[in-house]
């Protein structure tokens, strides 16, 4: 199976996306909370957060460039984090616990950029429930914001929308960077990293 050659501009846009990422230090301070009430406002949120955008383009990222070869073993790592994301959010809106979304969103971004930069391979179930674990924290954070919404459920479908358009653009991006620009991969992932090590460091 032959994957897709992909135009160099789409690996541009999200590297340009990680590097923007960096001026936001809170895990969820860096907007107000937002008044969900359709499906567009649910598709835009994940592309507002600098969090929910950096864990999910390195999510797609890492799972190109350390997959073998172009096939099933893509979309283990995207699958998991959108299904237990899916699920956090299910929970968030029937009043779960909160209280360890923040430090676990965080540490998932370090953990994410370490991946990343260290092109680290995982069996694809061990890679699927590695980022589903945080996924369902992030889901949690959704719910959290959309309980109480009068259009929770298309705003929740618009969400996952997003989610899988920044999973295919990282797939995209790692997949043209696996023989070439290496060391952008690499620098990407430190600074994903970054990002959440100095969340962790705002939020003790």
């Known amino acids: 199976m032959h994957f897709p050659r992909i135009p160099r501009p789409a690996s541009a846009m999200a590297f340009l996306a990680l590097g923007a990422m960096g001026s936001n230090a809170c895990a969820h301070g860096g907007h107000p909370m937002p008044v969900y009430g359709s499906f567009f ?27 073998r070869r172009a096939g ?23 009043g779960a616990a ?3 979304v923040e430090p676990m969103i965080a540490t998932s971004l370090l953990l994410g950029g370490l ?13 699927a429930l590695g980022v589903g674990v945080f996924a369902l924290f992030h889901g949690l954070a959704h719910g959290h ?8 459920w298309q705003t929740l479908a618009g969400m996952l929308a997003a989610t899988a ?13 696996r023989r070439r620009g290496a ?4 620098a990407a992932g430190a600074g994903v990293a970054a990002l959440g090590a100095a969340q962790l460091l705002q939020l003790a």
Do not use: K
């Open 41 to 67: 406002d649910g598709f835009m949120h994940p592309l507002s957060g600098p969090d929910h955008l950096a864990a999910m383009l390195a999510v797609g990222l890492w799972s190109a460039l350390s997959a």
């Open 72 to 94: 099933a073993q893509l979309l283990w790592a995207p699958a998991g984090f959108a299904a237990l994301l899916l699920a956090g959010a299910v929970l968030g809106l029937r």
């Open 98 to 100: 909160t209280a360890a």
């Open 115 to 127: 991946l990343l930069a260290s092109r680290l391979r995982m069996p694809g179930p061990a890679a």
């Open 145 to 152: 914001e959309l309980a109480g919404g009068g259009s929770a």
């Open 165 to 177: 358009l920044l999973h295919c653009v990282g797939l995209a991006a790692g997949w043209t960077l």
């Open 183 to 186: 060391w952008l991969a690499r």
